[in-house]
Each structure stands twice: as C-alpha cells, then as structure tokens.
C-alpha cells in the first residue's frame, strides 16, 4: 500500500490567535454569479471615448528625436464665429537630442495652419498623416535648443469644445487623454516628454479660465475679452494640459501641509456652488491623507482645483480636476474625487510612460478610492470597496480580464482590468509588502520618479529595491498575466484517539496562468476559537492536513479580503469507502479499517476516509457500516464530517 500520507504537509496548530468574523464580505460566488455586464468605469468613461476617435497603436518605450522644455499656448476663443472659434499661438522650446535635426515632427491633427516660426525667422512646414513638419532652417546638435511657433484657427475637431451647461451657460473646455491634445495644439503628444507649459488664454468678458499651476494675471483688453495668463512651473504631460472656461463660481478654501498652505480652489456654475461646497468638503482632509502616505502634494504651493466643465465623467488634469458629473450636495460621488485627487500623484507627478503602463495611473487612483474609504469610514466600507471591484473583475472575466493590465489591448486602456484589478494588484502587493513597506515603498517610488514618468519595471525596481525583496513572481503572474486563481478547496474531518484530524484540499481551475503562487489565508473556527492560517500556495492541486486538539466547525478561505480570487468550496474530492487508500472500494477496505482500530495501522488520507458512516469519528461502527454495504446492500459509504 502507498502511503500517501507521506507527501502531504502534516501540520499541528498549538496555537490559535483569535481574530474576528465581524465584516467579513459575502461568500464570493455570489458575485461569480453576477455575469458579463458591460466594462464600465462609470466615472472615466469618456477616456474610452476619446481612444474611440483616434485608436493609434500604443508607442513603445523610447527616447525620440527631441525633448520638449516648455510649451508657451497662446489660444484666443472666439465662440460668435461659425469656422473661426479657435485662435492658437504655440511656442514650443526643445532640445535636439540626436546629431544633425533640422525637422521638427509633432502631433497636429485638424485645424489650418496659418504660418510657422523657428527662433523667430519663417519657417517652411508641410503636413502629412496628422503630423505637422517644421523645417527648423538648420540642424541641431544634441543638446542644441530651438523655439518653434505654429499659428493656427479653425475649429477643434476634438480634444477642445465649445458646449453650454443644463443652465444655458457656454462651456469652453479641453479633454483629450489619451490621444486629443493634438488635436488643440501642436505638440509631442506622449506622455513621457514632459514640459513645463504656459497657457495663456483670452476669452469673452463674463468668462473666468482656469489651467494648470498657477494664475498669474488677467488683463482686460478694454475690446470685450479678458486675458488669463497661467503657468505651470512643474513638468506636465500634454494630455494633461488644460483649460476650462465659463462663468463660474469661485469656492476657496486651503489645507496646510506643515509650513505649506495650498489653495485648494473649486470653480463650478453658480447655480450649483451651494452642493459643491458640500460635495467637495472633504478635499482638504483628502490631501493631508494622501500626503501623508505619499509624501506632500506634489505641486506646492500652487493649488489644488476641481473645475466644472460638460465632459462626461472626471478628468485629473494637473492641479485642476475637471468635474463632470453633477453636483448632487450629498457627496455620492466622493470616492471619484478621491479617485482623481490622486491622480495629481500617480498620473500626474509620476505619469505612465506610455499608455501600455496606464495601470500605474488608474489602477493607483483606483486603489486610492478603497483607501480613502478605509481612512474615512473604516474597514468595512474598505473590504466594501474591495468586494465591489471584485464583482467588476468577474464580470469583465471575458474581457479586458483576459488581458495582462500590463499593454492591454487599445480598447481595453480604459477598462475594469487596468482600473479594478490595477487596485487588486497594489492590494495585493500591500498584504505581501505589509502596511509599511507598501506605504513607504510607494513614496519611495514616486520621489525616484518625481515629475517624470515611470513604467512598470521601474515601479518594480523602486519596490524591490525599498524592500530588499525580488518579486518578479508577483508581478510576472498579476501584471504580465491575465486573470485571476480560480480556487476549488474543500475540507473534510473526523475524530480518532483523542484528536481531530482535518484534511484541506485546494487546487486552482483557471487555465491562464496554471499556477498562481500566493499565499492563501484560511480561518478555522472550533469549539475553542478562531484563529487563521496561510497556505503558500504553489501547486495546481495542493492538499494540507492539520491534527487539532477540538473539532472544527467551519472554515472560510481569505478571510481578510487579501486576495483577488474566484473561491468555490465543494465536496472533498476523494472516494468514500476507500479507506486503504487503494482507488478503489474492496473488501479490503474492511480489512484495513480493522487494522486501523486493532492493529495500530496508519492512518489514511485523507484521515476520514476510514469515517465510512460519516459520524465523525473513526469506530467499530465504521467496521459495521462498510460489512452492511458490502453483504446487505446497506448505505453507500460517506467521507467523514462534515457530511
Ligand atoms: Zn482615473
């Protein structure tokens, strides 16, 4: 007889420490059994929108040409005319970074283009398949610096719109991630070359235009328009350049961030200033919580801003939120301020390279939803938040979760994988991590990518490198690979010579990867107490036996919401009746079970196989009930408790 006793991991618990079941979150195939609904994430929508219009393959990782220093945007609105609404100015200073550049290629789509500059003197430029060629009337050196202007009107075909709110009001605004800024004003439309940027913005009086940074003038021209003059001093990506123009209600209010005190602005329609100041209360306690996990708020001492504007959802420009959902005074929508105030971190002072490593914006902000919940309205609200984006995970299961969040597919930049499983996956890494290394390795993170931007490999490195531990094995099974482990565990007892003998078996049914390596956390309930243990789990089919000195009475596996994972708990995969272990159900069974009780023989495995009549213990009656089967058609044999 084999005894496969020996290849299981035989533990004894001691010790129990006990833990609460208050809060736990329901059991998680009732969300499996949500179905497909469509990917949404409700509140950025508008992003997959924008990718809609213009799906360009996603850039690789790469250093390019010439590096972008400053944009200078010089845009006038002119709303009353039919073809000419739009009237840009853009200087663009740069670097060459290659020897002998003397064409300057940028990102311009629509719009005509009236004449072009380079350091001041004509330039000649041509346009083909949305670039826009400027001859630079020489050839530059790396290192070499140019300021190259393009004039141009027309009308945006996207990117920039002329709308009007629910009151009647014209709404000017800009909202272009992923791919639209190009589509307003020439530019390196990628989000690793990051410039410093100046917009300056005249519009009808009546109007106030808010931007990136800070304010620095506004003149009235005495002709019926008014000049807005801001600057951003700090390193902006394009796609999060803006402008947001209406006649609006100015809210002020600051935080203080030890010796800094940052406006914290919300400019929004008169009519609804009243609900915004209650939907947008919480702010400032925002910023204080998110700096004191990351680190200050990147851009001190300018402001802190949410604009309201007509896109459809919320847009985390660079110190200005734009807000486009209503304003409802009770707050619903306070995890998307959350959501986007943290972008102003992850998106904003550290941007993804490229939008193949977008995860590390929306699965960040995200993540920062769950934690605001757990700082503001504790645990339960946290494990809430968790168990929601869990349920979109399963429901997006043949979707954008099919999907490594790393690179995904172009349509799924915006789906329920980079954003509800991206939070997963810093969970995740936080339970590995625990709490300060986590915390102190994202702060870590972001200061070695301050105002630039990052991949994954170097969000990789910075916590590797934080926390002295590799881990290339979580991130090649939850960044590089699709899905999720699907667990099938199962649990069985029974009761012989003074102990109790459990046996526990897990194996994982996703076919893509075939092994996910994490720890898994059981809570074991008996008579006496609760307490919790973890399986390394590393194995396709895994079995654990544990001796416990009183009987169980229930197990729940991750207890503690510390893993994304599709858990169905069934019968314990074994024969009943097969208590020498043997595969099949013999009279040597009967045998064997008399050796156990008479002879000292060993136990089986698991140890309920010799429970035959399911009573929870190992006795004569097992003896009796397995002779019955066999000589007088009794009841089909059981596998020990629970039955
Ligand atoms: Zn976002």
Redesign the pocket.
Known sequence: MRKRRNLFTILTIFLFSFISNANLPPPENEVLESGNAAEINRF?DSKSLNLGRFPIALPADSVHEFDITKYIIEVKLVPASTTNKFRGHVTIQGKSQITGLNILSLNFVGMVVDSCKVNSSPALFTRNNNLLYINLNGSYNPGNSFAAEVFYHGIPQAGFYFDQNVYGVPVYYSFTEPFDSRYWFPCYDYPHDKATCEVICTVPTGNFVVSNGRLYSVVNNQDGTLTFRWMEIYPIATYLISIAASSFAQIDTFVQLEENRLPVQYWVYPQDSPKAELDFKKTPGMIQFFSGLWGDYPFLPDKYSIVQAELGGAM?HQTCTFWGFPLTGDARYEYIAA??LA?QWW?DWVTCNDFANIWL??GF?SYAEALWQEHEYGPTAFKNHLMAFEGNIFAARNGSVKYPIYNPPTTYLFGTAVYKKGAWVLHMLRQILGDSLFNNGLAYYGQSRSFSSANTEQFKAALESYSGQELDWFFDQWVYSPNYPIYKWSWVYTFVAGKFYLDLSLSQAQVTPPVFSMPVEFKLSTAAKDSDFTIYDTLRNQRLSLVLSSAPTGIVIDPNYKLLSADTVSRYPYLAGDVDNNGLVLMGDIVYLIKILFSGFPLPSPVAAADVNGDCQISLADIIYLVNYFFHHGPWPRLGCPG
Do not use: D
Request: net charge negative; charged share 45%.
């Open positions: 950025e985390e959501h986007e972008h998106g914006n929306e902000a």
